[in-house]
């Protein structure tokens, strides 16, 4: 049976301390048609804006009940679950958790976990990764239980767009947070080019600031600038396990019989490797060029 909105809840404060008259709270009457987990989430988010902490179970449970609860849902919250022991005593005894999990048990219907699976299966990066981020986060916290860290973090990544997927793995996050930032990071600095004041990169002096206040460290970016496909590349690090850039089609530092850091500099400073100054390549280097009809002493 239903009961109205208005009834009270014994031993319930018909005010509950707090911002909680100034936010927009979200309702649940226990109808077929509303998703109980969607509604708890929302719910958290609202609870968090009024100042409400999530280890205050008490006022988490009043918030809610006095808020949000209509109809079939609280005469069920105060007949089935509060019973007889009273308000009080059931707030002082009883979590957070342990009230969301009966909550889910109660209204949450073996039909609408089908669905928010489905949704959470089709799931993929088509917009902005904030949109997408905020997207996964609210279906994900529909199927509270359903996944362990690890799948998730599996899932999150394998769900971004190629791009950005390769940047967050090469990163190996271990956790979501970590993985979500990455993704966020590699967003901002891929974001077309914006006034100073609010994006700015700068390759050379390994700079990334962007008006969020992420930064990308040296490696990062180096390997940003790699994925985007931009001809000029990031310095390398001083911890790189490769002591010099790789190119295709140089010949090798024994032909030059100069030292590894001599021929590390050359390359860096895009000088001649026979001469070692700049201004021309190796092949047109005039210590390369003999007079024609010269020979070798020795050979004479």
């Given at each position: ?68 609860l209509k109809d079939a849902a609280r005469t069920w919250f105060t007949c089935t679950v ?6 009080a005593a059931y707030l002082a005894s009883t979590s957070w958790n342990a009230f969301r ?200």
């Amino acid at each position: 049976p239903s009961a109205p909105s208005t009834m009270s809840v014994p031993g319930m404060p018909t005010h509950a301390p707090g911002r909680i008259s100034s936010v927009t709270w979200p309702t649940f009457a226990g109808k077929l048609e509303e998703d109980a987990r969607a509604f708890l989430f929302d719910f958290e988010i609202a609870a968090s804006n009024s100042g409400i902490m999530f280890t205050d179970a008490p006022r988490l449970i009043s918030a809610l009940v006095g808020q949000c609860l209509k109809d079939a849902a609280r005469t069920w919250f105060t007949c089935t679950v509060v019973g007889t022991s009273g308000f009080a005593a059931y707030l002082a005894s009883t979590s957070w958790n342990a009230f969301r999990s009966v909550f889910e048990a109660r209204w949450m219907t073996s039909l609408q976990m089908e669905h928010v699976r489905f949704q959470f299966d089709a799931l993929r990066q088509t917009g902005s990764v904030s949109a997408f981020v905020d997207e996964f986060n609210k279906t994900s916290a529909r199927l509270v239980g359903a996944y362990s860290t690890e799948q998730l973090i599996h899932l999150f990544i394998s769900k971004l767009a190629p791009e950005v997927q390769q940047f967050v793995r090469a990163h190996a996050p271990y956790s979501l947070e970590t993985a979500i930032r990455l993704a966020l990071q590699f967003a901002a600095a891929a974001t077309p080019t914006m006034p100073k004041s609010t994006h700015a990169i700068s390759i050379n002096s390994v700079d990334a600031q962007t008006s969020n206040q992420m930064t990308l460290s040296e490696e990062q970016v180096a390997q940003l600038f790699a994925f985007l496909g931009h001809a000029k590349p990031a310095p390398w690090s001083k911890g790189s396990s490769s002591s010099s850039p790789r190119r295709s089609g140089l010949p090798p530092r024994h032909l030059f019989k100069i030292s590894q850091e001599e021929y590390d500099r050359r390359l860096r400073d895009n000088a001649c490797l026979t001469c070692g100054k700049p201004g021309h390549q190796s092949r047109q280097c005039q210590l390369r060029q003999k007079p024609a009809g010269s020979q070798n002493p020795q050979s004479a």
